[in-house]
Each structure stands twice: as C-alpha cells, then as structure tokens.
T-cell receptor
Framework: QKEVEQNSGPLSVPEGAIASLNCTYS??????FFWYRQYSGKSPELIMS????GDKEDGRFTAQLNKASQYVSLLIRDSQPSDSATYLC?????????????FGKGTMLLVSP | DVKVTQSSRYLVKRTGEKVFLECVQD?????MFWYRQDPGLGLRLIYF???????EKGDIPEGYSVSREKKERFSLILESASTNQTSMYLC????????????FGPGTRLTVL
C-alpha cells in the first residue's frame, strides 16, 4: 500500500508568519506531487504542483521537493486568516499501467489575526 | 477553467435505496475518478475510468458500481445504500497526459438514514 503521511495538526500561526507544511511518501517511483487546499465543507482545490527536486514558487506559496528523502513541503509566506484550511498532499502512483493519486489525510492550518 | 459539476450538493436517502451520483466535466478529460472523504480517513479512491465504458477498481470499491457511457459523464451507483455509505463524495477528472493533476467537483454530501 502506497502511503502519504502528513501531520494532522492543527498548525497554528499568527497572521504574517510563514506556515510550513510537510509530507512524506513511500513510493520511490512517484514523479508528480501536488498540494490541495480544502476549506471546511468544500472540495479540494489545486494550489501547487511540483515535479522535480528543488523549489517552485507561486506568489506566497513555495513547494519544495526532495525525492531522495521522499519529502515534499509547502511554505506559505505572509500567512493570512483566509489561508486557514486543510492542506492535502497528493502523490502520483503508477499501478498496472494506470496513474492515480494517493492523498495524505491533510494538515489543518489555523492563521490567527 | 476546468469545470467539474456534480448533480447534487446534498442528498438524503434511506437504507436499501438505489442511489445515483452523477459527475460531468467539460474539458474533454480522458480520466475520471470517484472518491469518498470521511473524517480521519481522508480521501479514498472508489473507482476510476480512463475511457468510455472502461472502469477500474480503486481502494474501496465494495458496495459501489460505476458507469461511463459518455466521455464527459461518470456516474457512481450505490446499489443498496447503507448507513456506512454516509459520506462526502467527490468526483475528479484529469487529461491523462503529462502530470496527472486532478480537478475536483464541488462534492455531494450523502446521508443514508
């Protein structure tokens, strides 16, 4: 069973701080990695994708990937109360010729004003 | 923008009823997916389809079936609903090319009484 692990949180940060969310995965063959944001009662929304080692920046978000350590992270700079949500890490898995995503259970982020 | 729609946001059914959940995507995506999401268990893949009339079991297919008669439409069927199928059901799709990012519909909150 391919696994994706995240701390459940909640991770509490003050407004304006950097929030750091972490994820580890078990399948060394995974090539694509995604972060989704999910507000309470809503569906997951894709916010970042990363495919190669290193950092990828998009606005206040930075995704970091280290395939050797099987580790992917999401940094949110200048955190805002509107960033309060659950963040899901997803990793692609190849099985029997099909590609699916395995999701972590999510980390809840709380940003206090 | 990718648009994935689901037939109902909220649905209440009785034990033993046959339940149809429908999902439509407008981006000509090859692949479509059905998940359920439960507190503490995260997103779990029920079934997916990579082509019209094709289907593959996910991690928890028991008690469910699917139908894909047209490329844009993927239906999840609960043959005889049970209380343990009360959940949030999420449909997603992707192009099947390159990087495998999935886009989600708004979800259906199903309650089985």
């Amino acid at each position: 069973q391919k696994e994706v692990e995240q701390n459940s949180g909640p991770l509490s940060v003050p407004e304006g701080a950097i929030a750091s969310l972490n994820c580890t995965y078990s399948d060394r063959g995974s090539q694509s990695f995604f972060w989704y944001r999910q507000y309470s009662g809503k569906s997951p929304e894709l916010i970042m994708s990363i495919y190669s080692n290193g950092d990828k920046e998009d606005g206040r978000f930075t995704a970091q990937l280290n395939k050797a350590s099987q580790y992917v992270s999401l940094l949110i700079r200048d955190s805002q109360p509107s960033d309060s949500a659950t963040y899901l890490c997803a990793v692609n898995v190849e099985d029997s010729g099909y590609s699916t995503l395995t999701f972590g259970k999510g980390t809840m982020l709380l940003v206090s004003p | 923008d990718v648009k994935v729609t689901q037939s109902s946001r909220y649905l209440v059914k009785r034990t033993g009823e046959k339940v149809f959940l429908e999902c439509v995507q407008d981006m000509d995506h090859e692949n479509m997916f059905w998940y359920r999401q439960d507190p503490g268990l995260g997103l779990r893949l029920i079934y997916f389809s990579y082509d019209v009339k094709m289907k593959e079991k996910g991690d928890i297919p028991e008690g469910y079936s699917v139908s894909r008669e047209k490329k844009e439409r993927f239906s999840l069927i609960l043959e005889s609903a049970s209380t343990n199928q009360t959940s949030m059901y999420l449909c997603a799709s992707n192009s099947g090319r390159a990087y495998n990012e999935q886009f989600f519909g708004p979800g259906t909150r199903l309650t089985v009484l």
